[in-house]
């Protein structure tokens, strides 16, 4: 294998794994900026509708309740947290299709609410720690890669009157959501949870797409930069040393020692050039010598 191929190939391996090792630190660096993006959406909406339920629970029921006078019926629509969030999320969902909200609850009274085994992995993390606020992480669900944030609801007295012994719930309740599901709560119980789901799966795909068109495009930069190469190298090196070779067996033959070898090349092979070109000088005065 030749000088020229041999620098070739090294040329060519290296700048390969530099352009490998620059890929994998690209798709790496976009994921990472995918999950701080989907954290920061995800956060945005799960602290959003915790504002609306929590300006809801603190204002608007209460005037609702105060308006509506004592002992009258109001429709769950309208004092019911969980329906808010409902609501406001279905709206939301019809802008932004691909996330997805849950009030997970493993007897909810509205089937829409009901936990499926995702949920109960982020409700059971709740119901381990009784202390924990919040919390937030990386989950398959569906088959799909999401980023959830989730907070969970712990029963209170006054979630009792509806969710405690269905025998004492109301008759209008138990007629809109049967008596099976929703009941018996106990109070301090973590009873369910919300959580956004912030969908990963175009931002990681963008991720990829992106480290593979990193990849083509430094491949096609290698090929540019390695011909560049081949050029130089073969017109600035091979070609004056396979001068300066052919010269030299020449002289070692005693042929065209009156030839002088000439390179305007001040680098190392015009060192050697000069170096050739006084022993063809010095060989043939010897042999002038010899023949005189």
């Known amino acids: 294998m030749s000088i020229r191929v041999r620098f070739m190939v090294l040329i060519g391996v290296l700048s390969l794994l530099a352009t490998l090792g620059i890929s994998v630190a690209s798709y790496k660096f976009s994921v990472n900026n995918a999950m701080t ?8 909406v799960f602290n959003f509708l915790e504002s609306a339920r929590l300006h809801f629970k603190k204002v608007q029921r209460p005037r609702i309740l105060e308006l509506a006078g004592p002992g009258q019926r109001v429709p769950v629509e309208l004092k019911s947290g969980f329906a808010l969030t409902r609501g406001v999320w ?25 936990a499926d085994s995702d949920d109960m992995k982020i409700i059971n993390i709740f119901r381990s720690n009784p202390d924990l606020q919040s919390t937030e992480g990386l989950i398959t669900r569906k088959g799909e890669p999401y980023y959830y944030f ?16 269905p025998a004492r719930a109301p008759g209008w309740l138990k007629k809109q959501y049967g008596s099976k599901e929703g009941y018996n709560w106990k109070a301090g119980q973590v009873a369910s949870a ?7 799966k175009k931002p990681l795909q963008q991720a990829r797409k992106s480290a593979v068109n990193l990849v083509l495009i430094g491949m ?31 002289i ?14 001040q680098d190392e092979i015009g060192s050697l050039a000069r170096s050739v070109d006084r022993l063809r000088i010095s060989v043939e005065k010897l042999l002038q010598r010899l023949r005189s």
């Open 150 to 165: 989730a907070h969970p609801i712990h029963v209170g007295q006054s979630c009792l009157r509806c969710h405690g012994d």
């Open 37 to 44: 993006e989907a954290r920061d959406k995800g956060k945005l």
């Open 220 to 250: 096609a930069c290698i090929l540019v930069f390695m011909l560049v190469i081949w050029f130089f190298f073969s017109r600035y090196i091979i070609k004056p040393v396979t001068m300066l070779e052919k010269r030299a067996t020449e």
């Open 252 to 265: 070692s033959l005693g042929k065209n020692l009156g030839e002088p070898i000439r390179t305007p090349s």
């Open 90 to 114: 279905e709206e939301f969902e019809k802008k932004v299709p691909d996330y997805a909200f849950k009030q997970a609850t493993p007897s909810p009274l509205n089937p829409a609410n009901k």
């Open 194 to 200: 919300y959580v956004v789901y912030v969908p990963l």
